[in-house]
């Protein structure tokens, strides 16, 4: 089944040239973000990068340097109050006063909000098995979270607006976030996701863009990956020899290697293909195959020259 193209859908979160400079490389520099009705934007990039940033302006918390940031048409800045009411927004590191319970914070976010929905509260707290009976400073990392995430979304907003939603959850409450998102999208939510995690964007998103140093330097349908021409193989040696003469001889790039198992994980576009089974000609294997191109392996491709990520680890391979 073909997707959706949402670019003919009205634009509901629209960021022209945002620039915000605390100078010393600091902020974010000439970003445009359009996210259209029903859509869901990945922004994805490590901590530290500018999406956080990005989307306090949206939300209407920072004024720019340079450009505007909209949603529904309305430029954001000093407006915040005007938007909530439609705008789930669950902010990177959600402030909650230590001196209410769970139900008094919900019942403060109804209030600012000027509406309750009971069914929607009560089915929120039931999937995120939540319970608001606690004080706030009784409550691990994972519980205030949730009670964010349940505050969030309780009065059933047209727009979500998240940033590191799942951070603080475990694994099985980080799953069950997902296919809450991937709920809402098919209820025409329109959804901005900001993530370091790309199994998390990878299930949600239509649209990715890629931050780095408060820049965008890519912005893209998420098929797109799928359909880059791009190959990667591991290649496991016979031996230390053989091992040795490969990465002297491999006349492509070298993403990874591992000396004590003796494996190479090369990459390199289709149209070489025959260049790679040349290049294997004297050189004993024991195994080698084939790695699925994935939005990791796109995403490294910016960050390469990194040898860890702020919240994303990982190690990059030499490059032949």
Same mark, same amino acid.
């Given at each position: ?36 009705? @029903? $859509?869901?934007?990945?922004?994805? =990039?490590? %901590? /530290?990068? *500018? ?8 939300? &209407? ?30 902010? @990177? $590191?959600?402030?909650?006063?230590? =001196?209410? %319970? /769970?139900? *008094? ?8 909000? &000027? ?39 309780? %009065? ?11 951070? &603080? ?152």
């Amino acid at each position: 089944m073909a997707k959706k193209d949402f670019s003919k859908e009205p634009v509901i979160i629209n960021v022209e040239n945002l620039t915000k400079d605390y100078g010393f490389g600091r902020g974010v520099f000439d970003v445009s973000i359009k996210v259209h009705k @029903g $859509e869901c934007y990945g922004y994805l =990039g490590p %901590n /530290g990068a *500018g999406k956080s940033t990005t989307i306090r302006h949206i939300m &209407g918390f920072s004024k720019p340097t340079v450009g505007k940031t909209q949603i529904f048409g309305i430029d954001t800045f000093g407006k915040t109050d005007q938007i909530l009411g439609k705008v789930g927004y669950l902010p @990177g $590191e959600p402030s909650i006063p230590a =001196g209410l %319970n /769970g139900w *008094g914070f919900i019942k403060m976010m109804q209030e600012m909000r &000027g509406e309750a929905n009971p069914e929607r509260l009560d089915y929120l707290l039931k999937l995120f098995k939540l319970d608001p009976s606690p004080n706030v400073k009784e409550m691990s990392l994972g519980e205030k979270r949730k009670l964010a995430v349940v505050a969030a979304f309780m %009065n059933d907003p047209d727009v979500l607006i998240l940033d590191e939603p799942t951070s &603080g959850l475990d694994p099985v409450m980080q799953q069950v976030f997902i296919k809450f998102v991937v709920e809402e999208k098919k209820r025409g939510k329109t959804i901005l996701l900001s993530s370091h995690i790309f199994s998390e964007v990878e299930a949600t998103c239509d649209i990715i863009s890629i931050i780095k140093d408060g820049k965008h330097v890519s912005t893209f349908n998420a098929e797109e990956v799928k359909q880059i021409s791009t190959k990667v193989y591991v290649l496991r040696m016979k031996d230390d020899a053989n091992y040795k003469k490969y990465l002297e001889t491999c006349p492509f790039e070298i993403i990874a290697k591992n000396d004590l198992r003796r494996t190479v994980t090369v990459k390199f576009d289709q149209k070489y293909y025959k260049k790679f089974i040349d290049s294997m000609l004297g050189i004993k294997l024991d195994t080698f195959l084939e790695k699925p191109y994935t939005l990791q392996d796109y995403f490294m491709s910016f960050y390469k020259e990194d040898k860890t990520f702020g919240g994303l680890g990982g190690v990059v391979g030499n490059k032949k």
